[in-house]
């Protein structure tokens, strides 16, 4: 059974003094302690509530902010498995902020506080779309305007999620070949939003790995309220589409920014007009030295849709490799733009493909304990909504120190020079005790509660 137990160091010392003790453990403060302690501060927690609709018939005296930090603050700590959840606030600052913890007290202590059983009678109450909806909720409806900001550059794209090819247990998973290498598994869509000098994952959509990338975020593109007029979506080739294109403009009024196919019209003739042009610039990129710009201008009628007549213009940015020959076209429907403001707009994409890296390879986002797809959902939204909070935490003064890093190059160079403490477990209660209170406290007991104690400064 999951209970709360509340801060009360009072009755957890006369406990302690009469032998009458569940558990104790070292307070361990790590970097994402610290993240989650400043999303208290910052009112980030509370809303939580207010988003996620619960469901649960029975243990309805924990509020699902409680159970949704835990497994928000497990992902920070690079935690995949349900029941890594429990364990996952050490820290003795943080727990005393929050004023509450939760185990089962059915359980040996040794076994782990939080049973497999119980997790996943919990995420089982939620649908995979009613975790997307509740990440998309919380993000646009409590996060952005929380840190009062509204992007208006969003960076779109997809990434896959691969899972063990020979498993077809994982549910509404499908199977594909890229590029002669077959993989199953599962696709994300992310529309990014930037804000300053970072950006988070602000609407998100996942299904099946067979999807085209278009498809699966039509509705997302046709309907987010994350656009607002005279915004900017910058997306690639994967997502062509001149009917898409037309309705952003006319109906949501976003410009659109995205590279042209080899093989489309538009490109051949925009190349072959920069060339006869001859009216190369400096590539603004001073990494790009070896490449020239230079614009092309009305060229909509190259790019037609099924009705011509609706069709917006397009203007576009030609970039000729002077060492390869090779060329590359980048439109856009702001036809206001000159041709350094479109590829410098555009050179944001590679943005998203970083997080999607960082997510891969230091938040485990495809490390899966279940086949079932709305456990898989949880674990992605989770890790989502803990890369979120990583984000806002380097925006804010608490984690400024840490701008333009990695969690893992940032956990690694975290210190934390608070002494240590020690929690201590009694029934529906839990005291902190700074470390050297607590040698004299053990000093203090018998020798049946020093056994219980031992394990403790056996970490030490």
């Not at 990494?287 to 917006?312: C, H, N, Y």
């Not at 940015?317 to 076209?329: A, E, L, P, S």
């Not at 279940?370 to 990583?390: A, E, P």
């Amino acid at each position: 059974m999951i209970q709360i137990s509340k801060k009360d160091k009072e009755k957890v010392l006369e406990a302690i003094h009469s032998g009458k003790i569940d558990t104790a453990e070292l307070a361990l403060p790590a970097l994402a302690d610290s993240i989650v302690l400043a999303m208290k501060h910052h009112g980030f927690l509370e809303p939580l509530n207010d988003v996620f609709e619960d469901k649960r018939s029975d243990s309805l005296h924990i509020p699902p902010d409680i159970f949704l930090t835990l497994a928000i603050t497990a992902k920070l700590k690079q935690k995949t498995s349900l029941t890594d959840i429990p364990f996952a606030v050490t820290d003795a600052g943080l727990l005393a902020e929050l004023g509450w913890n939760a185990w089962d007290y059915g359980r040996n202590v040794s076994d782990g506080l939080f049973s497999e059983s119980v997790m996943r009678k919990l995420v089982k109450k939620y649908s995979s779309g009613e975790l997307i909806s509740f990440y998309n909720h919380y993000v646009q409806d409590c996060a952005l305007k929380n840190l009062g900001v509204q992007p208006c550059i969003h960076i779109l794209d997809c990434t896959k999620i691969p899972v063990n090819l020979g498993n077809a247990n994982y549910e509404n998973s499908s199977v594909v070949t890229i590029d002669g290498e077959t993989m199953r598994g599962y696709k994300l869509g992310v529309l990014r939003g930037i804000t300053g000098d970072a950006g988070m994952a602000e609407e998100i959509v996942f299904g099946t790995l067979k999807t085209h990338d278009m498809e699966l975020c039509r509705e997302m593109l046709k309907n987010t309220s994350c656009f607002h007029e005279n915004d900017i979506l910058i997306k690639d080739r994967g997502f062509l589409s001149r009917e898409m294109t037309n309705y952003r403009k006319t109906e949501r009024k976003v410009d659109t920014y995205v590279p042209a196919r080899e093989n489309m019209d538009i490109f051949k003739d925009a190349a072959s007009l920069a060339v006869s042009g001859g009216k190369w610039q400096k590539h603004p990129n001073k990494k790009r030295k070896g490449q020239e710009i230079q614009p092309v201008k009305s060229l909509g009628p190259l790019w037609a849709s099924d009705t011509p007549e609706k069709d917006v213009p397009v203007n576009a940015c030609v970039v000729h490799d002077k060492k390869t020959g090779k060329f590359f076209v980048f439109m856009t429907t702001d036809t206001t733009k000159t041709a350094r403001q479109i590829v410098q707009t555009y050179e944001l994409r590679p943005e998203i493909e970083e997080d999607f890296r960082q997510m891969k390879d230091f938040w485990k986002l495809s490390g899966f304990k279940s086949t079932k797809y709305n456990y898989i959902t949880f674990h992605i939204v989770m890790t989502l909504t803990g890369y979120l909070f990583f984000q806002i935490y380097k925006n804010l003064v608490e984690g400024e120190a840490y701008t333009g890093k990695s969690l893992p190059v940032a956990a690694k160079n975290y210190k934390e020079i608070k002494p240590k403490e020690v929690v201590v477990y009694v029934g529906q209660y839990f005291g902190i005790f700074p470390f050297l209170e607590f040698l004299k406290i053990y000093a203090e007991c018998t020798l049946e509660v020093r056994q219980l104690l031992d394990p403790i400064l056996a970490k030490v």
